[in-house]
């Protein structure tokens, strides 16, 4: 049922000039405002890894590896921009609700993920050139630069803040909010 509405809205999408990201994302809130809202994100969250992981292949490939220096300096220059926001965002959160963390807290927000990449690789195939392939290189390297870093400099972080401590696993489990009979499934088996 979501294949076949996604693939219509896609086609509408698409034939009126629109954003298909943007159709899609619609599409999804007005999915949200459903009172089936948590059978359907029940019905998705198992696809996420199957979807993502092809579309960073996928971009991968489409990554343009000869492009002109300036491109790559210009690049360089907005992952170290990015990199110095969010040590600055880690040094303003540890002046206030994050006491004692600091800019490794901030190091571990630079992760970007595989929605960035899959946003970076459909402007890449809608709009092709020399500035979307910077997009798409900026958008790769931002994703592995966090995936990199981000988890160590959040456990040095939680650590720093005496938050990184052994929990009784009864304790780590909370109430899903998927429905009971789903979770019940999933709990036996």
């Known amino acids: 049922m979501l294949l076949g509405t996604g693939l219509l809205c896609v086609g509408a ?31 998705l969250t198992p696809t996420e890894k199957p979807v993502l992981l092809p579309v960073t292949v996928l971009a991968g490939a489409y990554v343009n590896l000869k492009l002109p220096t300036a491109v790559f ?69 931002s994703t592995v630069l966090g995936e990199w870093i981000g988890p160590a400099a959040l456990r040095r972080s939680l650590a720093r803040a005496g938050e990184l401590h052994a929990v009784d696993p009864s304790e780590r489990e909370r109430p899903s909010d998927a429905p009971p009979k789903l979770v019940e499934r999933e709990n036996h088996g």
């Not at 034939?15 to 994100?41: C, F, N, P």
């Not at 963390?101 to 927000?109: C, I, P, R």
Request: aromatic letters at 4%; zero cysteines; hydrophobic letters at 60%.
């Open 73 to 141: 300096v210009l690049v360089g220059v907005a992952v170290l921009a990015k990199v110095g926001v969010r040590v600055l965002l880690g040094s303003a959160l540890r002046a206030g609700p994050a006491r004692g963390t600091g800019e490794d807290f901030g190091l571990s927000m630079l992760a970007s993920g595989g929605f960035t990449i899959a946003a970076a690789l459909a402007f890449s195939t809608r709009v092709p050139g020399v500035a979307s392939d910077a997009v798409l290189l900026f958008a790769v390297v």
């Open 13 to 43: 999408a698409d034939r009126a000039g629109l954003s298909l990201l943007g159709a899609m994302i619609a599409m999804g809130l007005v999915l949200a405002a459903s009172r089936h809202r948590l059978d359907i994100k029940a019905m």
